[in-house]
């Protein structure tokens, strides 16, 4: 199975910081990649996929990247509404697997 | 819109069987795969199972494979999850997504096993 080590799986920002969270693929997954963002009692949202490309209404300050076998999301500038969960999924392969998430909280 | 609703959930004791349905809207159900991914209390997502648009292709995780059955009926919208033996570890929260992306997530039906 392909393991999906995500990074850090917390972290505290402040408003207005560019936060990167990290996925790191044990095989190559091309860029079979998406993220998710989870707030506390609701379903997962879907981000971004294909690695890079934003999903639809999901604000242009998220951005996903791709450097070898390591992924990336990033918020450009951090808002109060961007506190969550979040997980990256690779879906190239099954059993598709998700990363262990990275809890954003306010600083 | 497009939209998915789970049912089903529930109290079951080990060992038992239960059966989760989702209902979906808003879309032509019948092309698009579909997947059960689940979420214990206090935990990370978990892929469960996954179904293409025409029941062709099949898998499941390995931790329920043997266990449960993913099915859909495309006549009625409706996708469903059929579990059997029935483990504590099976308690959690059970979502209903859209393949190949999941751009849509049901609300969770919450399954709680426990004697």
């Known amino acids: 199975d392909i393991q999906m080590t995500q990074s850090p799986s917390s972290m505290s920002a402040s408003l207005g910081d560019r936060v990167t969270i990290t996925c790191r693929a044990s095989?190559?997954?091309?860029?079979?990649l998406s993220w998710f963002q989870q707030k506390p009692g609701k379903s997962p949202r879907r981000m971004i996929y294909?690695?890079?490309n934003l999903a639809a209404g999901v604000p242009s300050r998220f951005s996903g990247s791709r450097s070898g076998s390591d992924y990336s999301l990033t918020i450009s500038s951090l808002e109060s509404e961007d506190m969550a969960i979040y997980y990256c999924?690779?879906?190239?392969?099954?059993?598709?697997?998700f990363g262990g998430g990275t809890k954003l909280e306010l600083k | 819109e497009v939209q998915l609703v789970e049912s089903g959930g529930g109290l079951v004791q080990p060992g038992r069987s239960l059966k989760l349905s989702c209902v979906a809207s808003?879309?032509?159900?019948?092309?698009?795969?579909m997947n059960w991914i689940r979420q214990a209390p206090g935990k990370g997502l978990e892929w469960v199972a996954y179904?293409?648009?025409?029941?062709?292709?099949?898998y499941y995780a390995e931790t329920v494979k043997g266990r449960f059955t993913i099915s859909r009926d495309n006549a009625k919208n409706t996708l469903y999850l059929q579990m059997t033996s029935l483990r504590s570890e099976d308690t959690a929260l059970y979502y209903c997504?859209?393949?190949?992306?999941?751009?849509?997530w049901g609300q969770g039906a919450s399954v709680t096993v426990s004697s």
């Open positions: 997504a859209r393949a190949p992306h999941m751009d849509a």
């Open positions: 808003g879309f032509t159900f019948s092309n698009y795969g």
């Open positions: 179904i293409s648009s025409g029941s062709s292709y099949i």
């Open positions: 095989q190559d997954i091309g860029n079979y």
């Open positions: 294909g690695a890079t």
């Open positions: 999924l690779q879906s190239i392969q099954y059993p598709w697997t």
